[in-house]
């Protein structure tokens, strides 16, 4: 009988099948963690290539790709499904690739098959049974695991460990890219749309009603030197806004349609809340500050006494030069001066700011610009900003330099609104409100001939690097 | 069978057939591959088929092979004349002392342990027949009475390829009872050195038998039963099925349309070309067999490829009918065999 228990024979058939099932154990891993690997890598190298497909390829083409790439990677997974299962050894198997591996001739895969047909406990089936157990026994030290048995790690785990990192970087970049950011205008971000919401509205209300002049007419006298092409670049500008504007509408055109009706609601809201506003204040409504009243036409402004009324520009540089002298600011500076150009802030600071600068005209006297100090502020306290401030003979004869068109509004409204606010004080300031419309005759007259006047190149050079150089400091 | 009577039993038989080896090279000058092919036919229990040109050494080997051996030979000395009574023997009247007559059978040369069989295509078919029936039952039937044949029996018989007039080629069914077919070659020139040397003296070689002469039927019988207990894994059997199917060519007569082969070969080119008709199951034995006895020489106790490629090409070379086309272009059996047994490694995995 073939394996008896407790014999020599029984005990060498347990150490062959115990060594047999251990390697047969290894080969089983392998060939999982092989097609499992293999699987990844095409699977990874697939997923790389759609997810950059979708970003390097047409719509039309990336869906003409991604089907036959998404067969490929179904049959793929089938195939190595497949490969797997036909992969998988049994006993006998084992002991075949056993015998290929250690050149034993089939000896073991011979044994094999005969314990798998059911020796143990029969007859043996040839007389040469003990001698094959013997030489199969005597043949342990050939295959023994560590000889035997494949890697634990597979050769394709370093393609597949490429593949899925590629797959990796490539998930990884449109995450980090703007482009994987939700739609700000969608409907799930409503809530942060609508919060934002009096923010825009404000700004749009700035673009539509601002009175201060736009950041590239910070240098106020630019028409001085260019007339005809600031005009054109004004007129440039002004249609670039307008297209701005277009778009801003084509792009609210485009929002959903609630979303429209609840901006359109906020921004009326806001508008209503502004006029209200205005009418119960000093401030008049905008389409009435670049106009006198017909009851307004006495006061008329006195500009050797509100020349401080400075284009906006002109205001941003003498504050400029007033913070470089270390809070000393001059005179030249402007208790007026600030520092915030007119594109930072919203609509409604600026307007206010400009509703402070008027209040400060009021009490406060300022040159008509700061390039052409006044006799009672000419450096004031040391400041950088006297020194650095143009030289008055720069512009020609001080008499001859008229406002420009923002200066002469502002002087407008400053001089409309102190009048319809100081009316108490009407009768001791009434001969300056005269005289003031003199000297606006008188001035308007200066600037039309300073505009008429032919501007030798060499000096608008000398005027241009004096201004760049205060815009560098 | 204790594991050292097993081990013993192995041991024995390679040391007689390395014996046999030895002492017919004494005789015999070169040929190792093609005496060890008949050795290994002898010990499988099958017959050889030599095809060699006149002068080689055919009838040399048998001889020699016999006299090692220590058994009965014979030699028979095909012509066209040659009746099937002339092989297997015949009744005679005999007189005996009484005065009465009675037939008497009279064995024929078939009756010995090692028959040479000379030329054996240049008898008519009828006598052809008488042997190859012998060769495949063992036995002879003469008027009604069967007489079996002294076991071992073994034949060995030579083709001659030239002078093809007058002779009668066997058929492809006699040839199949034929377990090999070695084809003797032209020896070298140091063998023909050698074989002028020994042979042209007055000293001839003295061989020495491996067995008694009493003992060796058994003991030869023995040996050819310990082939049988050979071990053989299913996946070799399988691999010999696969090569057997591999011989016939698609589409040949007699193919059974529905065969669930675990494995199988895909069909050469060159068999569906050239290959008639492929091996029989014949082929398949006489394949396991001399693997067998391979493996034996081996010191193993089972088959393994090698040992099954190793007689392969003597074990079908004679079962592959060809086409006439394979005859217009020179295409052999060998050639074919060759790539199918190189076609075949790959069901080694």
């Known amino acids: 009988m073939v394996g008896i228990p407790g014999t020599e024979e029984r005990l060498a058939?347990?150490?062959?099948?115990?060594?047999?099932?251990?390697?047969?154990?290894?080969?089983?891993?392998?060939?999982l963690q092989h097609n499992f690997y293999g699987l990844g890598t095409a699977l990874s190298l697939g997923v790389a290539l759609l997810i950059f497909g979708a970003f390097a390829l047409s719509a039309w083409f990336f869906t003409l790709i991604a089907w036959p790439l998404l067969a490929v990677l179904a049959f793929l997974l089938l195939l190595f499904l497949r490969r797997g299962v036909a992969g998988w050894t049994d006993l006998t198997t084992a002991a075949r690739r056993i015998d290929a591996l250690a050149g034993l001739k089939e000896r073991l895969s011979t044994l094999v098959s005969q314990l798998t047909a059911g020796v143990i406990g029969k007859p043996p089936p040839s007389s040469l049974w003990p001698y094959l157990l013997e030489d199969n026994t005597a043949r342990l030290p050939d295959w023994e695991v560590k000889k035997i048995a494949p890697s634990r790690v597979p050769w394709s785990f370093l393609p597949f460990l490429a593949s899925f990192l590629l797959a990796l970087f490539v998930a990884l970049v449109p995450l980090l890219s703007p482009a994987t950011e939700s739609d700000p205008f969608s409907l799930a971000n409503l809530g942060t749309v609508l919060s934002d919401l009096p923010d825009r509205a404000g700004r749009m209300v700035e673009d539509k009603m601002s009175l201060l002049p736009d950041s590239q007419d910070r240098w106020g006298g630019s028409s001085m030197f260019n007339e005809g092409g600031t005009k054109g670049e004004q007129q440039g500008e002004k249609e670039t806004q307008g297209e701005g504007r277009e778009q801003e509408t084509r792009s609210l055109a485009s929002l959903p349609e609630e979303l429209q009706k609840a901006i359109r609601q906020a921004l009326q809201g806001l508008q209503d809340k502004g006029h209200d506003q205005e009418n119960q204040g000093t401030t008049p409504p905008p389409h009435d500050r670049l106009a006198l009243r017909p009851s307004d036409e006495r006061k008329k402004p006195d500009f050797s006494i509100e020349g401080q009324n400075l284009p906006k520009g002109k205001e941003q540089q003498a504050s400029g030069h007033g913070q470089d002298g270390e809070g000393k600011g001059g005179p030249p500076s402007g208790t007026g001066g600030n520092s915030q150009t007119p594109d930072q802030g919203s609509g409604m600071q600026r307007l206010d700011r400009a509703r402070l600068d008027r209040k400060n005209a009021r009490g406060q006297f300022q040159p008509d610009s700061p390039q052409i100090p006044g006799s009672e502020g000419e450096a004031g306290e040391g400041g950088p900003g006297a020194g650095s401030g143009t030289d008055p003979r720069l512009f020609?004869?001080?008499?001859?330099?008229?406002?420009?068109?923002?200066?002469?509004?502002?002087a407008l409204d400053a001089t409309h609104e102190r009048g319809e606010s100081n009316e108490g004080e009407e009768k001791d300031e009434g001969g300056i409100i005269e005289k003031s419309t003199k000297g606006l005759s008188q001035r308007q007259s200066l600037d039309d001939a300073i505009r008429k006047a032919q501007i030798p190149p060499e000096y608008e050079e000398i005027v241009k690097r004096l201004f760049s150089r205060g815009e560098s400091q | 069978?204790?594991?050292?009577?097993?081990?013993?039993?192995?041991?024995?038989?390679?040391?007689?057939?390395?014996?046999?080896?030895?002492?017919?090279?004494?005789?015999?000058?070169?040929?190792?591959?093609?005496?060890?092919?008949?050795?290994?036919?002898?010990?499988?229990?099958?017959?050889?088929?030599?095809?060699?040109?006149?002068?080689?050494?055919?009838?040399?080997?048998?001889?020699?092979?016999?006299?090692?051996?220590?058994?009965?030979?014979?030699?028979?000395?095909?012509?066209?004349?040659?009746?099937?009574?002339?092989?297997?023997?015949?009744?005679?009247?005999?007189?005996?002392?009484?005065?009465?007559?009675?037939?008497?059978?009279?064995?024929?040369?078939?009756?010995?342990?090692?028959?040479?069989?000379?030329?054996?295509?240049?008898?008519?078919?009828?006598?052809q027949a008488a042997l190859l029936e012998s060769m495949a039952e063992l036995q002879v039937t003469v008027a009604g009475t069967t007489y079996r044949l002294p076991p071992p029996f073994f034949v060995l018989a030579t083709l001659n390829p030239i002078e093809m007039e007058g002779t009668y080629p066997l058929p492809e069914a006699q040839l199949d009872r034929f377990f090999f077919k070695v084809r003797l070659t032209y020896p070298t020139h140091q063998e023909i050195q050698r074989i002028i040397s020994t042979t042209t003296t007055t000293a001839m070689p003295d061989l020495e038998p491996v067995f008694e002469r009493v003992e060796?039927?058994?003991?030869?019988?023995?040996?050819?039963?310990?082939?049988?207990?050979?071990?053989?894994?299913?996946?070799?059997?399988?691999?010999?099925?696969?090569?057997?199917?591999?011989?016939?060519?698609?589409?040949?007569?007699?193919?059974?349309?529905?065969?669930?082969?675990?494995?199988?070969?895909?069909?050469?080119?060159?068999?569906?070309?050239?290959?008639?008709?492929?091996?029989?199951?014949?082929?398949?034995?006489?394949?396991?067999?001399?693997?067998?006895v391979v493996a034996l020489l081996d010191g193993r106790a089972n088959v393994s490829y090698d040992d099954i490629d190793r007689v392969t090409m003597p074990a079908l070379n004679h079962r592959l009918v060809l086409n006439f086309a394979a005859e217009a272009e020179n295409i052999d059996p060998a050639t074919i065999i060759a790539r199918i047994v190189q076609s075949a490694r790959k069901l080694r995995r």
């Open chain 2, 216 to 292: 060796a039927p058994e003991k030869i019988m023995a040996l050819r039963q310990l082939v049988r207990e050979v071990l053989v894994a299913p996946h070799l059997e399988e691999y010999v099925a696969a090569l057997i199917h591999a011989t016939i060519p698609a589409g040949a007569k007699y193919v059974s349309g529905a065969d669930p082969a675990r494995i199988a070969l895909p069909k050469d080119e060159h068999v569906n070309r050239y290959v008639g008709f492929g091996s029989s199951p014949r082929g398949g034995q006489t394949l396991m067999l001399g693997a067998k």
């Open chain 1, 13 to 31: 058939l347990a150490e062959i099948e115990d060594r047999l099932r251990r390697v047969r154990a290894r080969f089983n891993l392998y060939t």
């Open chain 2, 1 to 127: 069978m204790s594991n050292t009577l097993a081990v013993r039993a192995v041991t024995e038989f390679q040391e007689t057939f390395h014996r046999i080896r030895t002492e017919v090279a004494k005789a015999v000058v070169g040929h190792d591959e093609m005496i060890e092919n008949i050795l290994i036919a002898f010990f499988a229990g099958g017959h050889v088929l030599i095809e060699g040109v006149p002068g080689t050494g055919k009838t040399l080997i048998v001889r020699s092979l016999a006299e090692v051996l220590n058994l009965s030979f014979n030699r028979i000395q095909f012509t066209v004349d040659l009746m099937p009574a002339d092989i297997t023997g015949t009744r005679i009247v005999m007189d005996r002392d009484e005065g009465r007559r009675e037939f008497v059978f009279v064995e024929g040369p078939i009756f010995a342990h090692i028959l040479l069989a000379d030329e054996v295509n240049r008898s008519t078919p009828k006598t």
């Open chain 1, 396 to 410: 020609g004869n001080p008499a001859n330099l008229g406002n420009g068109a923002h200066t002469f509004q502002l």
